[in-house]
């Protein structure tokens, strides 16, 4: 990428690294000391926000991962409707567990974006690692659901087939959160882009949604933990109390019925961030 001292220096603009940071139009051939023929923007402003854009790297990265996590999130109940369709995949003779088949199918869709948006991150290198660890832990979960379904090995395997159950759902959310605010932070260094704030409502929308969701679900499955391993009695009907249930039942239906608009404001959101992403830094991310 140019450098602003080149391209102030220069009688006009000979790259096509430089676009107009209010409209987009491209400067090349043009007075830096002017101002944009479309908008009237000035050219020296627009060159100034050139020189903040991330890395070519860095760019690269955050326009491969807008697209995988749109892709994501459009496709994102695709695995578990396949999961509990009438079709049932199997694997050595044995059908596999539909709970394990809809977690390693989020782990696939998530992977992509986890890989490409931890590389243009530039926070610290621990959020980097989890976000791209996140899937590969939910495909570890995915495996487990499928390898202790079926087959007992030794005592207590109920209790870790549980806990798969009760992290799984977790880390689906926190991915999601992870990876939404990626993209809102990184919005803020493209003059004139994407806005941070679609990124914020999708991130608290549909992954605040995903948490409450795994939050209202994880009593019953730490009841049943707790059971399996005789640390706890629970009622003859139920696994846990009457009036607990009561109080989580608005929760369930609550979530259930707020899911699909949540989804729409995040597909809808991330598709105008990854055309204005594109719209802005289709020169300078080549």
Known sequence: MTSQADLKSTAVIKTDDVTCARCGYLL???DPAGNCPEC???IAASIEAQTLLPARRALRALRRGAIAMLIAVAAFDLPYKFAYSDYRPSFGGRSLNPDGTRHLGTALLLLPAAWWLSRSERAAAVRRRVTFALPLLLTVL??????FLHKLWWPGQNGILLTSYLLAPFVVAIEIILLFGILARRAREISSGPRAQWMRLA???????????????????????????????????RYIPAWFAAMLQPIYTWSWRLRGPAWCVALIALLFYTIALFRRTRFAAR
């Open 203 to 237: 991130q608290w929308s549909f992954g605040g949604l995903l948490m409450i969701s795994a939050v209202a679900d994880a009593p019953v499955t730490v009841a049943r933990i707790l059971a399996e391993y005789g640390w706890y009695k629970p009622p003859e009907d």
């Open 142 to 147: 995915a495996t487990v659901m499928f390898a």
């Open 40 to 42: 009237n923007h000035p």
């Open 28 to 30: 090349r051939g043009l």
